[in-house]
């Protein structure tokens, strides 16, 4: 499991392809809270699980599945 400290804020959020998900705003209670102000995010926050972390290094947030299935199961609440 990741540490969760190391997930900073403003750090890119990437899906295991590679491709953009987010950028992070902060993490809470489980979850990562991305910015609204992110090209991805449509202008919403969107949260995803903290348990989708595979890895944190070098400023980035790779997630252990594609972006395109995290945007399908991302939160916006």
């Known amino acids: 499991m990741v540490d969760v400290a190391q ?6 959020v990437v899906g295991s392809d590679g491709a953009h998900v987010g950028t992070v705003d ?3 209670k489980g979850e ?6 992110d090209a991805a995010s ?4 969107h949260y995803i ?3 989708f972390v595979h890895s944190v ?7 252990d ?9 991302w939160s916006t609440s």
């Open 7 to 12: 997930i900073r804020e403003h750090a890119e």
């Open 26 to 28: 902060h993490v809470d």
């Open 32 to 37: 990562i809270k991305l910015t609204k102000s």
């Open 42 to 45: 449509g202008g919403l926050h």
């Open 49 to 51: 699980p903290v348990d």
């Open 57 to 63: 290094s070098d400023g980035k947030v790779q997630l």
């Open 65 to 73: 599945r594609p972006a395109a299935e995290v945007k399908r199961e």
